[in-house]
């Protein structure tokens, strides 16, 4: 099984940087992944670590540390379109599937004020 | 089709009775998943499939919940006898491999209401 871990809620002001944390446990990481929640909407994706290190894009950064079972999120130049639910997603082998079956966090609720 | 179709959007029913929901995911996604959303709750895993077998069922809550997949095609969810702790948004996704990320597309979800 695997266990996955990130704040509940964050609030920032429009035009700062939040960082959103993910920390999981899992017997075949595979992948990680990070989905964009509008409320009463459908999650939309947003970035995917397999290797240590930095992936960037535009506004989104999303970090992974496979040895310390760590990710983040940074959302820079916050606007008010993104508040939202941000979700920790980990993809998870077993040793019989070559897939694996992707493992959602709770979510992180950012609210993003004027 | 172009995107991932699930219905029916909202379903009411009543304690006891049994509800199917149906997914028509992305033509040519190979994998199909399906997720329960509890209100203000994360995702929770319920089962996928991969082409029409489900390497992976350790998701379902109970033997009142069953799935299956036809053609690599549609999929049904089926909830028998429901409960007033079944009601949520279930939401289906779909991918194909592409050798690195798999990317999910979400469909819309169908929001089950057991009274």
């Known amino acids: 099984g695997q266990n996955i871990d990130q704040p509940t809620e964050m609030t920032a002001t429009e035009g700062a940087i939040v960082q959103i944390n993910c920390t999981y446990q899992?017997?075949?990481?595979?992948?990680l992944f990070w989905y964009q929640q509008h409320a009463g909407e459908a999650p939309t994706f947003l970035s995917y670590?397999?290797?240590?290190g930095l992936e960037e894009k535009g506004r989104f950064s999303s970090f992974l540390s496979r040895s310390k079972g760590y990710s983040y999120l940074l959302l820079k130049e916050l606007q008010m379109k993104d508040s939202a639910s941000y979700l920790c997603a980990v993809r998870d082998r077993r040793s019989t599937d070559s897939w694996g079956k992707l493992q959602f966090g709770a979510g992180t609720q950012v609210v993003v004020t004027p | 089709g172009a995107g991932v179709s699930q219905s029916p959007s909202n379903k009411v029913t009543e304690k006891g009775k049994d509800v199917e929901l149906r997914c028509d995911p992305i033509?040519?996604?190979?994998?199909l998943y399906w997720y329960r959303q509890r209100l203000g709750q994360g995702l929770e895993f319920l089962i996928y499939f991969q082409g029409n077998s489900a390497p992976d069922k350790s998701g379902l809550p109970s033997d009142r919940f069953s799935a299956e997949r036809t053609g690599e095609s549609v999929s049904t969810l089926t909830i028998q006898r429901t409960q007033q702790e079944d009601s949520a948004v279930y939401l289906c996704?779909?991918?194909?491999?592409?050798?690195?990320?798999?990317?999910?597309?979400f469909g819309a979800g169908s929001r089950l209401t057991v009274l």
């Open positions: 033509s040519g996604h190979t994998a």
């Open positions: 670590n397999v290797l240590d």
């Open positions: 996704a779909s991918s194909y491999y592409a050798g690195g990320a798999n990317v999910l597309t």
């Open positions: 899992t017997s075949g990481f595979n992948g």
